[in-house]
Structure formats: structure tokens, C-alpha cells
């Protein structure tokens, strides 16, 4: 998904691949035209090279700090993937090696570009539902009991679905409604060993299910549900990704299966469709027309426009890694308070 977004857009140039996987960096480096002098199995070799502004890192969890970190201190621009850490202390670490190198920084929170959530982002931040009270995440998939290798080890991956799926939702309804204060979570690992193809048993050490509540700084309260074990959901696009936002005034309901309509409704009244503005299915940096592709996909490569529109301007990426460590605060409480049966607030990462 990182590299369909940088070949659509007009200001980046891919020019190098890193993978430790030979065979797939063969097959990519294929794929895309890059020659062999350009692909790197360390990503240590590929940093050492001075025509390259930026890198987008798309490994398992445990590697995003180190490959971060080596990145920013060779002067590189950096996206990461989410979660960006295994806990906020390394997320911190990260942040700090990116300001003192003064490279710009982005979490990849892909669901914050679907038109529909940056359509109703706009709307819950201008009002138009009132104050929120309550907001209601669900994001329900059937992933079956087959092996998902560094997904399910809680040294690769930190956490779970908590970390996994839940994270993005955790990020993007505080990007509406601002920062969660507070949480009660509970996690639950109901798998406790996957099956490989080659028919291996592996154990998997991290939650496929999460139940959070969650007080927001301003008063509003959110419920929130992620699973990888709803048999029959499906997974992927074609499972369950909703939200649903209750303010003083009306409510916004967003379903990811229509991700250029929002529904609307005030008190009294029936939920209205409300298709998704042109300026919102617009890419980021003033690109004329929508990306080419699936809806359901072509949100993804607008992530890659937001980081190179931010380079080339010289401002903030949104989100930063500022916002990548504040959620992984949010899921470290959600890892404490389940683990300790209360309530646990949330420091404020700066
Ligand atoms: N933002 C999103 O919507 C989204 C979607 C999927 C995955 N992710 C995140 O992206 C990351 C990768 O997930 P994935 O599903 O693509 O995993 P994956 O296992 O399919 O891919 C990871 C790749 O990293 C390579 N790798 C491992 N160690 C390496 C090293 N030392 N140097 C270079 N390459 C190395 C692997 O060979 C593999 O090709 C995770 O953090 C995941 O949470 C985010």
C-alpha cells in the first residue's frame, strides 16, 4: 500500500526497497522496476544512501523503533506503521530521535484518510452534532484459527488486537473528539494456538478480543469492541468497521463499507445519507481528482500524499508520531487496566 501510494504521487520517487525476505524482495523489486543495486536485504545499507529523503516502514511491531531511529539519525524523513511501538516508553524514544534530528514524522493511521471519516472529523470538530456525548467503535472479523506469525507473539507485536485494529479507531475518535483521559479495558486471548500451513502449532500470547470504555477529557464517553474471532464476519473490508457519534444536537453513524457516505440524524428524525463532499475524496496536497482504484483501498495511498505534502512544505505531519505515542499510552492503560481490573488514566504525550 506504501509504494501504490508514492507511484501515484507526483512529488515522490521510489527509489530503493528494503526487505530481510530475499525471495520477496526479488518479487517486489519485479513488480516495480527496481533494479537489483537498489534493493537491500539490511535496512541499515539502504540508510546509507544519500538520494533518499524519506523511508516508510512497514515491518512487525518490535522493529518499527529501531528501524525509526537509525532512520531519523541517517536524516530521513519517516512514516511508520502502526502500532508504532511496544509501549510508550520506546514510542517516546522515537518521537525524541525525530526532533533531534528534525526530520518530519507520521503514524500511519490509514483509517484517519477514508473520505468518510475525514468528512465527519470536519463535522464533530465544527459542531454539528453539538457537544459528543457518546460514541459506540466496533470492528468485528473472523480471522479463523490459522497461524498469523508475528501478529500473534506478544514480543513481535506488543499487543493484540488492541494494538492491531483497535488503535486506529482509539486514534481517530480522539482526532474528533480530543484526547482519552481514562479507560477500562478488557482483554481477552480466547486462542491460544494458531495453525501453521505446514501444520505446525503456534502459540499465540496476545488478545483476539478487546472490550474498552473510555472517558474523553471533555466529558464523553466511548465503548469500543475489536475481535478477530466473530466466526462468519469475514475480514478485511468485508466485515464489520463502524462508528457511531451522539451529540447534544444529532448523531453521525459511519460504516466502513460505504466509505464515501456518512448517515445524519437529529432528535426526532430519521438517519439521512449524506454522501461525502468532492473536497473530502480529494488526495492531500491539492491533487486535481480522486485517487484511481477501489474506494475501499485507494484511502491507504493518501497517507503517502499527507507525508510528502508535510516534507515538502515544511510543517507537521498529521498524525506525527506525537499522536502514535498518545495512542500507544491509550492501549499501554487499556494492557494495565485489564490486567489490574480498574480504572487507569492516560499521561498526556507531548
Ligand atoms: N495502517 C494499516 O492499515 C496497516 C495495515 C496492515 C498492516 N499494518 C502494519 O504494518 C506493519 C507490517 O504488517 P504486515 O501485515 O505488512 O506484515 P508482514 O509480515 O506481511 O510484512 C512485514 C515485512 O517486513 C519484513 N521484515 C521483517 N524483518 C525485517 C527487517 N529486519 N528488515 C527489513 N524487512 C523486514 C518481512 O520480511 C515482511 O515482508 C505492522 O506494523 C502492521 O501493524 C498497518
Redesign the pocket.
Same mark, same amino acid.
Given at each position: 500500500?506504501h509504494i501504490g501510494g508514492i507511484r501515484q504521487c507526483p512529488w515522490a520517487e521510489l527509489v530503493a526497497l528494503?526487505?530481510?525476505?530475499e525471495e520477496?524482495l526479488r518479487q517486489r523489486a519485479a513488480e516495480h522496476g527496481i533494479p537489483a543495486k537498489r534493493c537491500y536485504?539490511?535496512?541499515t545499507e539502504l540508510l546509507a544512501r544519500d538520494d533518499i529523503d524519506a523511508v516508510t516502514i512497514? #515491518? &512487525?511491531?518490535h522493529?518499527?523503533a529501531p528501524?525509526v531511529i537509525a532512520a531519523a539519525q541517517a536524516g530521513k524523513h519517516v512514516l511508520c506503521?502502526? &502500532?508504532i511501538a511496544l509501549n510508550t516508553e520506546e514510542a517516546l524514544r522515537m518521537v525524541a530521535a525525530c526532533r533531534a534530528a528534525g526530520v518530519r514524522h507520521m503514524t500511519?493511521? #490509514?483509517?484517519r484518510f477514508v473520505p468518510a471519516v475525514r468528512f465527519a472529523t470536519h463535522l464533530v470538530r465544527s459542531g454539528v452534532i453539538g457537544e459528543v456525548r457518546t460514541l459506540r467503535s466496533r470492528r468485528l472479523q473472523d480471522w479463523g484459527t490459522r497461524a498469523i506469525?508475528?501478529?500473534q507473539v506478544k514480543a513481535l507485536?506488543g499487543t493484540g488486537e488492541v494494538?492491531?485494529m483497535m488503535a486506529?479507531r482509539l486514534d481517530y475518535t480522539q482526532a474528533m473528539v480530543g484526547r482519552i483521559a481514562r479507560v477500562s479495558g478488557l482483554l481477552r486471548n480466547f486462542i491460544s494456538e494458531r495453525q501453521g500451513a505446514d501444520g505446525t502449532v503456534q502459540v499465540q500470547d496476545v488478545d483476539d478480543w478487546a472490550g474498552v470504555l473510555t472517558e474523553f477529557t471533555t466529558g464523553a464517553v466511548g465503548v469500543y469492541e475489536s475481535s478477530k474471532i466473530c466466526w462468519g464476519f469475514g475480514f478485511y473490508a468485508k466485515s464489520p468497521d463502524d462508528l457511531d457519534v451522539h451529540g447534544t444536537e444529532g448523531s453521525i453513524v459511519y460504516r466502513m463499507e460505504e466509505p464515501h457516505v456518512l448517515r445524519i440524524g437529529r432528535m426526532g428524525e430519521s438517519l439521512e445519507n449524506v454522501p461525502v463532499p468532492a473536497e473530502f475524496l480529494l488526495p492531500v496536497g491539492g491533487v486535481p481528482g480522486p485517487l484511481a482504484g477501489d474506494p475501499l483501498q485507494t484511502f491507504?495511498f493518501n497517507?503517502i500524499f499527507e507525508f510528502v505534502d508535510a516534507i515538502r512544505h515544511e510543517r507537521d505531519c498529521v498524525p506525527s508520531l506525537v499522536e502514535g505515542a498518545q495512542t500507544q499510552a491509550v492501549v499501554d492503560a487499556i494492557g494495565r487496566s485489564s490486567e489490574e481490573r480498574q480504572w487507569v488514566e492516560v499521561p498526556v504525550i507531548e
Open positions: 500500500m528494503c526487505d530481510s525476505n520477496l536485504k539490511e535496512y512497514g #515491518t &512487525p511491531n522493529l518499527h528501524i506503521e502502526k &502500532p500511519a493511521f #490509514t483509517y506469525g508475528w501478529r507485536a494494538g492491531d486506529h491507504r497517507e
